[in-house]
T-cell receptor, first 110, second 115 residues
Framework: GEDVEQSLFLSVREGDSSVINCTYTDSSSTYLYWYKQEPGAGLQLLTYIFSNMDMKQDQRLTVLLNKKDKHLSLRIADTQTGDSAIYFCADNSGYSTLTFGKGTMLLVSP | EAGVAQSPRYKIIEKRQSVAFWCNPI?????LYWYQQILGQGPKLLIQ????????DSQLPKDRFSAERLKGVDSTLKIQPAKLEDSAVYLCASSLGGTGSREQFFGPGTRLTVL
């Protein structure tokens, strides 16, 4: 079945850039997503990219997609302590069904 | 715009008991999802409704889990009887539905602990 893999933990200093990586197996994915989850809260959609694009920028967020290698990354510029959270990569393997990775915990230290 | 509402926020039960969760999606959203998120994992889809019809329930353990969405608005998810491995956060999400609506909006979840 479809699988989405992420590194589990990333620690950065405030002001640095963070890069969170994700790989997926479903070559038919049409959209790929990044969600953010803060403690005790539901998931918040950060950004998504259509599979025929290779880059999308949205303020401090940059998404890079390498469709050949099935590799997706999320770069957060000028990372702030408020960015500390769990970040989930997801792809849509069906009409709108999402398959999530296990999440990457980002810890930003002052 | 009000978000997705879920209740209760927390529930503790003993194994073999029954439990029900409630979800009120964003007004006008045709598609409603229930996800199970076990600690340390990403959310896993349990069931997806389009209005009051089931689109996908392939990963719903139907021997103990049931869900309904009467009138195509609110939804309830029930577990009967609960097992220890059902301890998780149950997330409800909704979306407009249709090919143009890619964003799923998530509620805060119900944290279930089965003792």
């Amino acid at each position: 079945g479809e699988d989405v893999e992420q590194s589990l933990f990333l620690s950065v200093r405030e002001g640095d850039s963070s890069v969170i990586n994700c790989t997926y197996t479903d070559s038919s994915s049409t959209y790929l997503y990044w969600y953010k989850q803060e403690p005790g809260a539901g998931l918040q959609l950060l950004t998504y990219i259509f599979s025929n694009m290779d880059m999308k920028q949205d303020q401090r967020l940059t998404v890079l997609l390498n469709k050949k290698d099935k590799h997706l990354s999320l770069r957060i510029a000028d990372t702030q302590t408020g960015d500390s959270a769990i970040y989930f990569c997801a792809d849509n393997s069906g009409y709108s069904t999402l398959t999530f990775g296990k999440g990457t915990m980002l810890l930003v230290s002052p | 715009e009000a978000g997705v509402a879920q209740s209760p926020r927390y529930k503790i039960i003993e194994k073999r008991q029954s439990v029900a969760f409630w979800c009120n999606p964003i007004s006008g959203h045709a598609t409603l999802y229930w996800y199970q998120q076990i600690l340390g994992q990403g959310p896993k889809l349990l069931i997806q409704f389009q209005n009051n019809g089931v689109v996908d329930d392939s990963q719903l353990p139907k021997d103990r889990f049931s869900a309904e969405r009467l009138k195509g608005v609110d939804s309830t998810l029930k577990i009967q009887p609960a097992k220890l491995e059902d301890s998780a956060v149950y997330l409800c999400a909704s979306s407009l539905g249709g090919t143009g609506s890619r964003e799923q909006f998530f509620g805060p979840g119900t944290r279930l602990t089965v003792l």
